[in-house]
């Protein structure tokens, strides 16, 4: 299957601060990738999806100027977190849709906000 | 819309005990249905998939059946070692790959 890699895997930052997240498919041109959130001990759940080249699609409640998601290549999707809180810190996952009705998870991104 | 319920967890067992993982699914159409499987600190891998009724998934000893009629995707192994500990998500799709909905999640333990 397709590889996904994730950059940081772990970041810890100060309350107000704002931390960018990549994404990369590294074998695999993907015209859209998804970004989860998830809570521990809890599912996943989805916050957007990041289309190559033209706007991401939020799902309700997520706030898009909070949650910037930048797509700009077929490779790259980066998910900026503009001005953390504490309530931010979660696991932050990416995945890339597969022409074979599936998807492939990114590890996932650790982030504390102190 | 649609949802995905998985049995309440934690899982406990021993080593070579059979595992039961129970899956249900409301969904309209005819979904594409799977198991994830996330180790701590990771993220999810893909265990076992089935895109349509009566196909059945396996991998790495995991076998599942698309049951149409009950609307279930139950997991089963019929002896879990201690390297299976892992949380268990059941997931849908439609037939695009997209609008991926996952269950709740299922803690299992194996105790040696």
């Known amino acids: 299957g397709a590889v996904v890699s994730q950059h940081p895997s772990w970041v810890i930052c100060k309350s107000g601060t704002s931390v960018k997240i990549e994404c990369r498919s590294l074998d695999f041109q993907a015209t859209t990738m998804f970004w989860y959130r998830q809570f521990p001990k809890q599912s996943l759940m989805l916050m957007a999806t990041s289309n190559e080249g033209s706007k991401a699609t939020y799902e309700q409640g997520v706030e898009k100027d909070k949650f910037l998601i930048n797509h700009a290549s077929l490779t790259l999707s980066t998910l900026t977190v503009t001005s953390a809180h504490p309530e931010d810190s979660s696991f932050y996952i990416c995945s890339e849709a597969s022409s074979y009705n599936e998807q492939f998870f990114g590890p996932g991104t650790r982030l504390t906000v102190l | 819309g649609d949802s995905v319920t998985q049995m309440e967890g934690p899982v406990t067992l021993s080593e070579e005990a059979f595992l039961t993982i129970n899956c249900t699914y409301t969904?309209?159409?005819?979904?594409?249905l799977f198991w994830y499987v996330q180790y701590p600190g990771e993220g999810l891998q893909l265990l076992l998939k089935a895109t349509k009724a009566d196909d059945k998934g396996s991998n790495k000893g995991f076998e599942a059946t698309y049951r149409k009629e009950t609307t279930s995707f139950h997991l089963e192994k019929g002896s879990v070692q201690v390297s299976d500990s892992a949380v268990y998500f059941c997931?849908?799709?439609?037939?695009?790959?997209?609008?991926?909905?996952f269950g709740p999640g299922t803690r299992l333990s194996v105790l040696p």
């Open positions: 997931a849908l799709s439609d037939n695009y790959g997209q609008n991926f909905v």
């Open positions: 969904a309209t159409g005819y979904p594409s």
